[in-house]
């Protein structure tokens, strides 16, 4: 049961002994290569003592569901990896997912899209997307909205594409499985662009809780200059991020760990499955 903010636990109240007991799993961040994230952006990281004064985004009696849209044409194994993206997105923040009416990329004014100039790739207007089809559409009892099209995304003047964009203060979001490889060319192509969609999904709804990338450890909330970057990026968050995660949703960490495995192995993330039953078992 999510209740409103005032009656978080108080940070000098925190128990943070379950999440020490976790940090032996744990990998402390590896240096970055000379195009990684962490070589062009000075994050300092950020306490979970630091992010409760930040006075996160949090769920609250009134707005507390996840809803995503489907923005364009998507064929059944791209349905399936939206549909399973939800459930994983339920499992990993514990709260309600559910869908908005689908749009057409038709729908889209010819000022939104365009061919990219050298690639010829269809694209459409993040800024489009997030001001005149998301927000208008955000449901009152949303706490925040995301959709993923099957176009690629292009932010404005002077980009080539973007992978995605949010605005945070409006709790809206838009990715493109665009660039996340084909699913329908093999079961492992599948399993490719399933794990991208659902990375991606997780990652950026974390954002929209407020948490800043991570530079302590191997972290779901790593920042990612490129594909080889973010492939690398753990599905699960280190310590310090999932105090906050925890903190923020009131939702049980073993609870959470639990249905995070069942679907791990569903969906054959074999790796990932295996570390959320190590997670369980440190506590044992
Ligand atoms: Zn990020
Ligand atoms: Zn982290």
Same mark, same amino acid.
């Given at each position: 049961m999510?209740?409103?903010?005032a009656?978080?636990?108080a940070?000098?109240?925190?128990?943070?002994?379950?999440?020490?007991s /976790? +940090? #032996?799993l744990?990998?402390?961040?590896?240096? *970055? @290569?000379p195009?990684d994230?962490?070589m062009?952006?000075?994050?300092?990281g950020?306490?979970?003592?630091?992010?409760?004064?930040s006075?996160p985004v949090r769920?609250d009696?009134t707005r507390?569901?996840?809803?995503?849209m489907?923005?364009?044409?998507?064929?059944?194994?791209?349905?399936?990896?939206?549909?399973?993206?939800?459930?994983?997105?339920?499992?990993?923040?514990?709260?309600?997912?559910?869908?908005i009416?689908p749009?057409?990329?038709?729908e889209?004014?010819?000022?939104?899209?365009?061919?990219?100039?050298?690639?010829?790739?269809r694209?459409i207007l993040t800024?489009?997307?997030?001001?005149?089809v998301?927000?208008?559409?955000?449901?009152?009892?949303?706490?925040? /909205? +995301? #959709?993923?099209?099957?176009?690629?995304l292009? *932010? @404005?003047e002077?980009?080539?594409?973007?992978?995605?964009?949010a605005?945070?203060?409006?709790?809206?979001?838009v990715?493109?499985?665009?660039?996340?490889?084909?699913?329908q060319k093999?079961?492992?192509?599948?399993k490719?662009?399933?794990l991208?969609?659902?990375?991606t999904?997780?990652?950026?709804?974390?954002?929209?809780f407020?948490?800043?990338h991570?530079?302590?450890f191997?972290?779901?909330m790593?920042?990612s200059?490129?594909?080889?970057?973010?492939d690398?990026r753990?599905?699960?968050?280190?310590?310090?991020?999932?105090?906050?995660l925890?903190w923020n949703?009131?939702?049980?960490?073993?609870?959470?760990?639990?249905?995070?495995a069942d679907?791990?192995?569903q969906?054959?993330f074999?790796?990932?499955?295996a570390?959320?039953r190590?997670?369980?078992?440190?506590?044992k």
């Amino acid at each position: 049961m999510i209740s409103t903010g005032a009656s978080a636990v108080a940070a000098e109240d925190l128990d943070l002994s379950y999440y020490q007991s /976790l +940090i #032996a799993l744990h990998e402390v961040k590896l240096p *970055p @290569g000379p195009n990684d994230w962490m070589m062009h952006h000075r994050e300092p990281g950020q306490s979970i003592y630091e992010y409760i004064a930040s006075q996160p985004v949090r769920p609250d009696d009134t707005r507390n569901k996840i809803y995503i849209m489907k923005l364009g044409r998507f064929g059944s194994e791209y349905t399936e990896i939206i549909d399973k993206t939800a459930e994983f997105i339920q499992a990993f923040y514990q709260l309600d997912v559910a869908f908005i009416e689908p749009m057409s990329l038709d729908e889209i004014p010819s000022h939104a899209r365009r061919f990219h100039p050298t690639t010829g790739d269809r694209q459409i207007l993040t800024t489009y997307v997030l001001e005149e089809v998301l927000i208008p559409r955000l449901p009152g009892d949303a706490v925040s /909205l +995301i #959709a993923f099209t099957s176009s690629d995304l292009w *932010p @404005g003047e002077g980009w080539n594409f973007v992978f995605g964009q949010a605005s945070i203060d409006d709790r809206v979001g838009v990715w493109s499985v665009y660039r996340n490889g084909n699913p329908q060319k093999s079961e492992e192509d599948f399993k490719i662009c399933l794990l991208r969609t659902v990375k991606t999904g997780t990652h950026e709804l974390c954002h929209m809780f407020s948490l800043p990338h991570c530079p302590y450890f191997e972290c779901a909330m790593n920042g990612s200059n490129h594909r080889m970057e973010s492939d690398r990026r753990p599905l699960y968050l280190c310590p310090v991020c999932l105090s906050k995660l925890i903190w923020n949703l009131e939702i049980d960490p073993q609870e959470r760990y639990r249905a995070l495995a069942d679907l791990a192995e569903q969906y054959g993330f074999d790796a990932e499955a295996a570390f959320y039953r190590q997670s369980l078992d440190a506590q044992k």
